[in-house]
């Protein structure tokens, strides 16, 4: 049994902490706390999301807030999200406040269990040279990726082919048929997260 004390969910830029995926993610890891956030950006009703920065200081301030709701430890904690949401939590998780795009981080890794990426965005669509890999050599804690098939932010070949350079070795599952959205494949993803994060070491 894995000693994560919680979850704390990010959505994509288009969507909301209410997102039906991570509503089904919570109802599948009950009763383990599971907070979903919302961006700054979204709270305040606009639809563009914040530069970097703002986000991956909010992946920070909703974990310390995590932390002080449910008594324990960061390092007790997983983070994660759809697309952007998990990108934004792997930069944290890595020590990249999202100020540039340079080989060093340029703040302290987020410690924390582990870091779940649903539909990750490698790349804007037909742009497979604009790559959002830099901070990966430094995400050095478990992490799960969950990609659809056809996801035109990602093919399964680019996915593995990127994610090579992470420290640990991370747990890669493709769904079958799907896109970036993963529309209709929430329970799928649940069950993989599920799974997944049960068996982190204590």
Not at 116 to 122: D, E, F, Q, T
Request: aromatic share 4%.
């Amino acid at each position: 049994m894995s000693g994560v004390r919680g979850l704390v969910l990010f959505p994509g830029a288009g969507s909301s902490a209410n997102h039906s995926s991570l509503l089904t993610i919570e109802s599948a890891l009950a009763p383990l706390p599971v907070m979903r956030v919302d961006f700054p950006y979204r709270l305040a009703g606009r639809r563009a999301p914040d530069r970097a920065p703002v986000l991956v200081r909010a992946v920070c301030d909703a974990v310390q807030r995590a932390c002080e709701r449910w008594s324990c430890t960061s390092d007790e904690l997983v983070i994660g999200g759809r697309s952007m949401g998990g990108r934004m939590c792997s930069m944290a998780a890595a020590g990249f406040d999202g100020n540039r795009r340079a080989p060093q981080p340029a703040q302290e890794p987020l410690g924390v269990a582990g870091v779940v990426c649903i539909s990750y965005p490698l790349h804007p669509p037909r742009q497979p040279a604009t790559l959002r890999v830099e901070h990966l050599p430094r995400m050095n804690v478990p992490s799960l990726f969950v990609s659809g098939t056809r996801d035109d932010f990602a093919t399964p070949e680019e996915l593995q082919m990127h994610l090579a350079v992470i420290p640990l070795p991370p747990e890669v599952h493709f769904i079958d048929g799907g896109r970036h959205d993963l529309r209709g494949k929430d329970d799928a993803v649940a069950t993989i997260v599920a799974r997944w994060l049960l068996q982190l070491p204590k």
